[in-house]
């Protein structure tokens, strides 16, 4: 079993900042990829980035690149995304989630997921 609690969303204004955290808890080790997803109202769940706990591998979809960063700090079991240039489009919950490989969610999105963490809101007004 894997914990995962993510923190960090919060109300931000266009243009802003906001880094979410992501601490992973429990069979951390069988966790080699973490990645970023949100879900906005009324739409279907997207993956946003996605970070190999392995070697450091990262990727990105064409929505966030250029604007996010995702980060490992292996020694705490936490993943950090840190998101600039915020725009009102970017408003969704965002989780965690752990899957055996990072090959595995590059090619199968949500459907490689092995836990989910519970999610953090960010809302972006324009």
């Known amino acids: 079993q894997v914990q995962l609690v993510e923190s960090g969303g919060g109300l931000v204004q266009a243009g802003g900042s906001l880094r979410l955290s992501c601490a992973a808890s429990?069979?951390?080790?069988?966790?080699?990829?973490i990645g970023w997803f949100r879900q906005a109202p009324g739409k279907e769940r997207e993956r946003v980035s996605i970070i190999s706990r392995r070697d450091g591998s990262t990727y990105y979809e064409d929505s966030v690149k250029g604007r996010f960063t995702i980060s490992s700090d292996n020694a705490k079991h936490t993943v950090y995304l840190q998101m600039n240039s915020l725009k009102p489009e970017d408003t969704a919950v965002y989780y965690c989630?752990?899957?055996?490989?990072?090959?595995?969610?590059?090619?199968?999105?949500?459907?490689?997921?092995?836990?989910w963490g519970k999610g953090t809101l960010v809302t972006v007004s324009s």
């Open positions: 989630a752990t899957a055996p490989s990072f090959i595995v969610l590059l090619n199968h999105g949500s459907y490689g997921v092995d836990y």
């Open positions: 429990g069979r951390t080790f069988s966790s080699y990829a």
